[in-house]
């Protein structure tokens, strides 16, 4: 009972909890249910791995929501063809992007993560400015330029050069409208749809190979690739989860 002022007044009260008080317990901000301060360490350890693949499965997980959503600005904005469809977003964000992501939670530590110094709560959170410019401004930028490299190279392998695609959705989506491309050829509403839907999956599988690196690029944050290996078998069975889902989405009957 006597210990309960000391532990409210120290910066980290900390009881024992088989042999403390229940009052003791009560007041303290930390109990050792072994009674041993090498936990101390060991909690420290774990909460500091906890906190790291947090930051990696949120950092993956944001990534990709540039290259979907910049498909519907630039539809929108420059009046193309639709790059991504809806049900293709669906498929990264509750299908090929799941298991990657959960697997970054088994993660082991990397080498002298109880070397750093303490986290400054004011400002490192666990989502910051610095993981919102990397997960949107940079990485997520190439995942989109991948998209869209995809999208204008099956356009324009079909006929439809880039400067042919500006403004031209609302004649691409009028179903009794014949569109002509860049070769003089005419296009039916059937085939410019299936045009589309090829198009459509042309972007979907850029993202899932470009978060193919993303997945490594988010497995570490201090060490190298080198330095901490491939050892996350749940890591290595998202990849291929991920592949083996992209392929049969994109060549399953409709």
Same mark, same amino acid.
């Given at each position: 009972?006597?210990?309960?002022?000391?532990?409210?007044?120290?910066?980290?009260?900390?009881?024992?909890?088989?042999?403390?008080?229940?009052?003791?317990? $009560?007041?303290?901000?930390?109990? !050792?249910?072994?009674?041993?301060? %090498?936990?101390?360490?060991?909690?420290?350890?774990?909460?500091?791995?906890? #906190?790291?693949?947090?930051?990696?499965?949120? %950092?993956?997980?944001?990534?990709?929501?540039?290259?979907?959503?910049?498909?519907?600005?630039?539809?929108?904005?420059?009046?193309?063809?639709?790059?991504?469809?809806?049900?293709?977003?669906? /498929?990264?964000?509750?299908?090929?992007? !799941?298991?990657? %992501?959960?697997?970054?939670?088994?993660?082991?530590?990397?080498?002298?993560?109880?070397?750093?110094?303490?986290?400054?709560?004011?400002?490192?959170?666990?989502?910051?400015?610095?993981?919102?410019?990397?997960?949107?401004?940079?990485?997520?930028?190439? $995942? %989109?330029?991948?998209?869209?490299?995809?999208?204008?190279?099956?356009?324009?392998?079909?006929?439809?050069?880039?400067?042919? !695609?500006?403004?031209?959705?609302?004649?691409?989506?009028?179903?009794?409208?014949?569109?002509?491309?860049?070769?003089?050829?005419?296009?039916?509403?059937?085939?410019?749809?299936?045009?589309?839907?090829? /198009?459509?999956?042309?972007? #979907?599988?850029?993202?899932?190979?470009?978060?193919?690196?993303?997945?490594?690029? /988010?497995?570490?944050?201090?060490?190298?690739? #080198?330095?901490?290996?491939?050892?996350?078998?749940? !890591?290595?069975?998202?990849?291929?989860?991920?592949?083996?889902?992209?392929? #049969?989405?994109?060549?399953?009957?409709?």
């Amino acid at each position: 009972v006597n210990d309960a002022p000391a532990l409210r007044k120290a910066n980290i009260g900390i009881a024992m909890g088989i042999t403390g008080s229940d009052v003791s317990k $009560q007041a303290a901000d930390m109990i !050792l249910m072994d009674d041993n301060f %090498a936990s101390i360490v060991t909690g420290v350890e774990e909460g500091r791995l906890i #906190f790291d693949n947090l930051k990696k499965s949120i %950092a993956y997980t944001l990534t990709s929501n540039i290259p979907e959503i910049s498909p519907f600005i630039l539809f929108i904005i420059a009046n193309i063809p639709l790059p991504l469809g809806t049900i293709t977003i669906l /498929c990264i964000d509750l299908g090929t992007d !799941l298991v990657p %992501a959960i697997s970054l939670a088994y993660e082991k530590a990397e080498s002298k993560i109880m070397e750093r110094s303490p986290r400054d709560p004011k400002r490192d959170k666990l989502v910051n400015s610095r993981l919102i410019s990397t997960a949107y401004g940079q990485i997520g930028m190439l $995942q %989109a330029l991948a998209g869209f490299f995809t999208y204008f190279v099956i356009m324009g392998e079909n006929g439809f050069l880039p400067n042919t !695609l500006l403004g031209m959705r609302r004649d691409w989506d009028d179903s009794s409208a014949y569109v002509r491309d860049s070769y003089g050829q005419d296009w039916s509403y059937a085939t410019r749809k299936q045009l589309e839907y090829t /198009c459509h999956t042309g972007f #979907f599988v850029s993202i899932v190979i470009v978060q193919w690196a993303d997945l490594i690029i /988010c497995k570490t944050r201090m060490n190298s690739l #080198f330095q901490q290996g491939m050892k996350n078998y749940y !890591l290595i069975f998202g990849l291929i989860t991920e592949t083996c889902l992209a392929i #049969f989405l994109a060549f399953c009957p409709e």
